[in-house]
Every structure is written in structure tokens, then in C-alpha cells.
């Protein structure tokens, strides 16, 4: 049997395995140490996020969301702590919705978490948890942590993180500024760039910025994968004349004083921001590889 032939029935066997689901309002417990659920879970679509989360469900659908699990827990006293759990599709969506607004490094649940002032949130395979006790006590620590523990058991296995991410050099990287998404407005949110799409980043083309150390201020190194060489370099050209002002060599000084400059590796952009001259433009491109 030709080996294309092999490698083809691979991926259709492989697109259609069926995603495992998992019953979470089920497996969460009725009652805990006082708290107690409130109702049925509501449940949220792409087409109906927005009524949950008014001015917030665009982060979650630009990255691919499916659907949301919603519930509450109540005292006596009428507190309530409310778990949300978004199945993003994949497990680097779940990563990128994650790691969009995390300031710390932190593994205690699934496979990054992050817990501050009675919010819990954590991803592991293609789910991102949020879990809200506000304001924030000892004993209601205690009920977020073990609801939080059983959704991560729950889930089970692992995913993947996005593989562009594994791109970033490593010297001088901050390890939790290390973002990933596929909509252009989402740079913009870490790092201005432009009004316009400048790098014609989409939703094919998978992106990761990290914030790098410097004696002359902090940088940020930007890297697209592009599904071909002739659209990498589309993207690139057009960088070079709306943001760089035409610089020869591709990099330039920004309005601010700064600079900026990108390299191109067959599909694969890597743009500098915020260097404090070209020298280090230079340097940091020259550390990125394909």
C-alpha cells in the first residue's frame, strides 16, 4: 500500500475519533463542606455567550470556542462561588485563552493555573476553568481548590501546546508572557502595532509572542506561521511598507523612537518590537529559528 495512501487513512481515522465528552455537572458534587449547587447547569453556544458574558465572549470565540458549562454553589448565608467550564475545541485554544491575561507560572491544577483573590482558572486539554469565590475567605479557598481538583481529575488526559509556542527562544524570556492566538487584535492588546491587520494574521495562521529581558527595556518577539511561503512574504512586504516605512533591510525605527524589524523563515515571520536599537533587532532575529 503506497505510503501517502497510509498516511491519508491516518488523518481521516484520527478526524473521526469522536471527542470525549464529559458529563462535568454530573461528576461535580451536589453538596461540599456547606455549599451546595443551586440549580441545573446552563449551558452556553458561540451564539448565546454574549448573554453570559456581556463585552467578554469575543476573547472566547476568536479562539474557537464550542460551548460553556455554567453552575453555581450557595451557602447559607446566600454566597455563591461559580464555576464556568469552556470547551475551546483543542488544547491550544484552551492554552491560548489561558495564557491571555496570566501573570504568573503556577502547575497545582490541570497544566497551568493561576489563582488570585478567590479566581481560579486553569487549562488541561481543550478545557479552560474559571472558578470565582469573590471575596475571597479561607474556607471558600478550600471549596475552589477541591472543586478545581475534581474537574481536573475529571478530565483526564493532557493536550498538546500550541507547537509555535516551542519557537520562542528561551534566553532572556519571561516565561509567563508567552501568548498564543490567531486574531490580529489580540497583538494589538500586548503590544500596539496598527489599527489595520498588517500581518494578515487569521484564524490560519497560528501566532506566539513572548516579552524578553533587555538592559535596554523590555522587548517582544512576534512569531507567524504562515500555511505558505508566498503568504508569509505578502505579510512581510506589507509590514515593511506600512509599519517600517520601507526600511532597506527590514528594520527601522517606530514613531516612539524604538525599533522594530522582522525576518522571514520560509512560512514562518519573526518580528521584533520595542528594541532600543537595530543591533538588537538583529541579534534577537538571529536566534529564531524555523
Do not use: C
Request: glycine share 8%.
Amino acid at each position: 500500500m503506497p505510503l501517502v495512501f497510509i498516511l491519508l487513512l491516518g488523518l481521516m481515522r484520527f478526524d473521526a475519533m469522536p471527542e470525549t465528552n464529559i458529563d462535568f455537572e454530573k461528576i461535580l458534587p451536589r453538596a461540599t463542606a456547606g455549599w451546595t449547587k443551586t440549580g441545573p447547569a446552563k449551558t452556553y453556544t458561540p451564539a448565546t455567550l454574549s448573554t453570559y458574558i456581556d463585552g467578554g465572549a469575543e476573547l472566547y470565540i476568536s479562539y474557537g470556542f464550542k460551548k460553556a458549562l455554567s453552575l453555581k454553589y450557595a451557602d447559607a448565608a446566600e454566597n455563591e462561588i461559580s464555576v464556568d467550564i469552556f470547551d475551546m475545541g483543542s488544547s491550544p485554544d484552551a492554552f491560548g485563552v489561558f495564557a491571555h491575561s496570566r501573570e504568573t507560572i503556577d502547575n497545582a491544577f490541570g497544566q497551568g493555573s493561576e489563582y488570585a483573590a478567590g479566581l481560579l482558572t486553569f487549562w488541561k486539554d481543550r478545557f479552560y476553568v474559571s472558578i470565582l469565590a469573590y471575596p475571597e475567605t479561607p474556607a471558600k479557598k478550600d471549596v475552589v481548590f477541591e472543586l478545581g481538583r475534581t474537574i481536573a481529575k475529571a478530565i483526564g488526559s493532557d493536550g498538546a501546546l500550541p507547537p509555535i509556542i516551542a519557537l520562542l527562544p528561551e534566553e532572556n524570556l519571561i516565561p509567563e508572557s508567552a501568548k498564543y492566538f490567531h486574531h490580529y487584535v489580540w497583538l494589538n492588546s500586548f503590544y500596539f502595532v496598527s489599527n489595520e491587520n498588517v500581518l494578515d494574521i487569521g484564524n490560519d495562521t497560528p501566532a506566539a509572542l513572548g516579552k524578553y529581558r533587555h538592559p535596554g527595556g523590555n522587548l517582544f518577539l512576534l512569531l507567524v506561521r504562515y500555511p505558505d511561503e508566498a503568504r508569509a512574504e505578502a505579510a512581510g512586504k506589507k509590514f515593511g511598507r506600512q509599519v517600517l516605512g520601507g526600511a532597506a533591510d527590514d528594520i527601522g525605527p517606530l514613531k516612539d523612537g524604538r525599533f522594530a524589524g522582522l525576518r522571514r523563515l520560509s512560512g514562518l515571520l519573526a518580528v521584533v518590537f520595542n528594541a532600543p536599537d537595530a543591533p538588537t533587532v538583529r541579534a534577537i532575529l538571529a536566534k529564531t529559528k524555523e
